[in-house]
């Protein structure tokens, strides 16, 4: 039993709220670390889309307003949380209709383009997390902080450290959860935030070619920085490819940035308890995964048949995601027999491209362009491979969930993907799927090409599932990974004094 006291402070958190895999995470590893012994709480905001009622969200009995001040405003905000929640990991939801009470996370729907307030919005959620501390008398021993959006939150805990009594040994870790994302805004903002100012200089902590940069931030001054799989964390320092430009800043912390694997909720992600799933299965009843596959080929409007594989894609559709190199393979691989179903949305140039592939391929691909969380269960569960062509992934969640669901990923060699399967042709008897390494279309289709060949051995077929299946993909091992990293930075001296 650990006992350490654990401030996760996260802009996303599952089910509440999700655009991509900071929101699994943001559920999913609070819980292991409470199962673990912690006392974890974990502060996000309370969109306006949140249904409280579904969720059983309501007002805590013990709590009074929080007053934020911030520059020379003062907003208020209340704090709720859910009934019935075990007390090692408990959930605070901050209430402000001024900040929240939207309908897009960071993303306005009716515009397209990124709330002007986001700065402010997130910067308050991290005032918030602090204020809420104080309340209940609370203090933790490390503040977790995650992505862009926490990215001044090290600063704000360095300033409580010699502001707040008891604050004196609470340390910071940072998650960068994705290098793309960075949070830039105009130096204004800092007027805005009504913190900061002294940090911004040419080359300084929150200084960036002349902009704020909030990422900058949490890297420069966080106790200890890590990311999500041991390659991504060498990629990101290694050029500006993975780093956008932070690979010096990153190359430069006097600790290492480590690698800590992301898990799944094996809870959620069972697929011999899936109630989401056409038949439960396990790695001896592959007759009922056939039941899935028929299942999601009707769903697709396709003819099943055993011997034509399913391909599959889950996606945020970006170019994050490697559709550049995957929309060329597509007629390839539908010129021989297969089919491939596509569930995700995004960016307009792909979903288009998509669209045109289900019309031209009516019988053989399918594409539903929705976030739809129990159509991405059928599909895992019914494919037979699943492709993640991507150019860069700070880890990736879905060729782990893949594996689970026998379901056998096809992967370009990059970050958690890389780290999580191993290629079947390279090692034949630990194999769990097939890596190219390349970022172009026709390594992609060799990759896909010794897959079929593969898919052709049901033996083979079956033992690359079957190894997939018993990795270990839970939360506990990563768990422990980060209750190391966080004792290692109450062991050290504070990197950032103010
Ligand atoms: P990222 O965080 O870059 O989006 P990850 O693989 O880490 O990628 O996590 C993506 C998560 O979002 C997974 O849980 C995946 O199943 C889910 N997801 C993405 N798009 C959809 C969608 N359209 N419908 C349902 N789930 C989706």
Known sequence: MSGLRILFVTSEMSPYSKTGGLADISAALPKALGAAGCDVRVVTPLYGFIDTGTFGISERSTNGHL????????????????????????PYFVDCDALYDRPGIYVDPFTGKDYIDNDYRFVMLARAALALCSQDDWIPDVVHCNDWQCGVLPLMVSQARRARKGWEHVRTVFTIHNMAYQGWFPPETLGRIGNGDEHYFPGGPLEFHGLVNFLKAGVAMADAVNTVSPTYAREIQGSYEFGFGLEGVLRSRPGSVSGILNGIDTDIW????????????????????????????????????????VFAVISRITGQKGFEILGPAIPDILNRPAQFVVLGSGDPYYEHMFYEYARIYPDRFAVKLAYDEELAHAIEAGADFFLMPSRYEP??????????????????????LADTVVDADEDYEHG????????????????????????????????????????????????????ELYQESLGREPLFST
């Open 67 to 90: 007053d934020l001040r911030v520059a020379e405003h003062t907003l208020r905000a209340s704090v709720r949380s859910v009934n019935g929640t075990a007390r090692s990991m408990t």
């Open 270 to 309: 069972n697929p011999e308890a899936d109630p989401l799933i056409a038949a439960r299965f396990d790695a001896t009843s592959f007759e009922n995964k056939k039941a899935c596959k028929r299942a999601l080929c009707e769903k697709a409007g396709f003819h099943f048949a055993d011997d034509v594989p």
């Open 395 to 416: 880890c990736g969640l879905n060729q782990m969930m893949s594996m689970r669901y026998g379901t056998i990923p096809i992967v370009r060699s990059t970050g958690g």
């Open 432 to 483: 769990t799927g097939f890596r190219f390494h390349d970022y172009h279309t026709g390594a992609l289709l060799w990759a896909v090409e010794r897959a079929l060949a593969a898919y052709r051995h049901q033996t083979r077929k079956e033992h690359i599932q079957r190894n997939g299946m018993h990795q270990d993909f839970s939360w506990a091992r990563s768990a422990r990974q980060y209750i």
